[in-house]
């Protein structure tokens, strides 16, 4: 599987494109002067948590709470067909696969 980009309905949320062409580095500067401090807030187990809720994770409830009205798109590619996965927050036990609906379950065997 080859991810492709990462895509929400949101405009405060920035399109993420995956490199094609070898790994995709995620990094993220701390501003604190903490040391204490391992996190800094630019979303990296964010992004992991999106990508895999895509792909037919369990529910997320947090998810349900917080993000109300958001819907993530995930592209990407299984050998040389491409797939784009799609799930809101709200309608979680709906996965669209290629414009197609599926349930969680189905979805995740059908992936």
Same mark, same amino acid.
């Given at each position: ?5 990462? !895509? *929400? ?15 995709? #580095? @995620?990094? &993220? ?11 800094? &807030? ?5 992004? #992991?948590? @999106? ?9 997320? =409830? *947090? /998810?349900?709470?917080? #993000?109300? &009205?958001?819907? /993530? ?8 067909? =491409?797939?784009? *996965?799609?799930?809101? *927050? ?10 197609? !609906?599926?349930?969680?379950? !189905?979805?995740?065997? #059908?992936?």
């Amino acid at each position: 599987m080859q991810l492709i980009s990462l !895509e *929400a309905n949101k405009p405060s949320f920035n399109t993420v494109y995956f490199n094609s062409k070898g790994l995709t #580095l @995620i990094i &993220g500067k701390s501003t604190s002067t903490d040391k204490n401090n391992t996190y800094n &807030g630019v979303g990296k187990s964010l992004l #992991l948590q @999106i990508v895999n809720f895509c792909l037919g994770s369990n529910k997320i =409830t *947090a /998810f349900e709470n917080h #993000l109300s &009205g958001w819907e /993530f798109t995930l592209s990407f590619k299984v050998g040389n067909k =491409t797939f784009t *996965a799609n799930r809101a *927050a709200q309608t979680q036990n709906k996965i669209y696969l290629n414009d197609k !609906e599926f349930g969680q379950t !189905e979805s995740t065997r #059908l992936l």
